[in-house]
T-cell receptor, first 115, second 113 residues
Framework: DQQVKQNSPSLSVQEGRISILNCDYTNSMFDYFLWYKKYPAEGPTFLISISSIKDKNEDGRFTVFLNKSAKHLSLHIVPSQPGDSAVYFCAASDRGVGNTGKLIFGQGTTLQVKP | NAGVTQTPKFQVLKTGQSMTLQCAQDMNHNSMYWYRQDPGMGLRLIYYSASEGTTDKGEVPNGYNVSRLNKREFSLRLESAAPSQTSVYFC????????????FGPGTRLLVL
């Protein structure tokens, strides 16, 4: 049973436009969410996170929105740049179980930003 | 400051062979993790170690063993490789005050024939 789902395997946007990547989760115990970015032949790198006590977190061009009632989060990239082309993974954690750092990842969404 | 390093980068095994994937970090992190990445599955946690001397199972531990050799090193062993273990393996580490912000190595691509 996939507890974290990214239903769009791929997304293509034009440079300068907004990219919106979506993620849904089923486990209501998740209380911390992250986005990781991965380039080919490299390991994932942390991008941005949000605690369940917030509904928005912003870092430069990247904003994550959390809708707890819908169990949905999204990553907005504005404006999108060709260097943003990568695979984006959503991840979730239940900090109530001793804060072990155990993450559940979604399947990933491949973003292509066209010049 | 190399971060997280993994060896080897690529390995081909025959079914039934054994091998150990090595991981080391130089960030003085307490926690270390092993993940596998398969197409359409995202990353799945195999084992993790919250501190030197402790290890715990993740989502998909069957067929694997781990050793936290010291604070820097965390190895993953396949005792009898199976084609289902063909995957890309990532090691990661994190600091105790921010466990979920994990730093990943470049990965080991494993092919089991």
């Amino acid at each position: 049973d996939q507890q974290v789902k990214q239903n769009s395997p791929s997304l293509s946007v034009q440079e300068g436009r907004i990219s919106i990547l979506n993620c849904d989760y089923t486990n209501s115990m998740f209380d911390y969410f992250l986005w990781y970015k991965k380039y080919p032949a490299e390991g994932p790198t942390f991008l941005i996170s949000i605690s369940s006590i917030k509904d928005k977190n912003e870092d430069g061009r990247f904003t994550v929105f959390l809708n707890k009632s819908a169990k949905h989060l999204s990553l907005h990239i504005v404006p999108s740049q060709p260097g943003d082309s990568a695979v984006y993974f959503c991840a979730a954690s239940d900090r109530g179980v001793g804060n072990t750092g155990k993450l559940i990842f979604g399947q990933g969404t491949t973003l292509q930003v066209k010049p | 400051n190399a971060g997280v390093t993994q060896t080897p980068k690529f390995q081909v095994l025959k079914t039934g062979q054994s091998m150990t994937l090595q991981c080391a970090q130089d960030m003085n992190h307490n926690s270390m993790y092993w993940y596998r990445q398969d197409p359409g599955m995202g990353l799945r946690l195999i084992y993790y170690s919250a501190s030197e001397g402790t290890t715990d199972k993740g989502e998909v531990p069957n067929g694997y063993n781990v050793s936290r050799l010291n604070k820097r090193e965390f190895s993953l062993r396949l005792e009898s490789a199976a084609p289902s273990q063909t995957s890309v393996y990532f090691c990661a580490s994190s600091a105790p005050w921010e466990q979920e912000t994990q730093y990943f190595g470049p990965g080991t691509r494993l092919l089991v024939l």
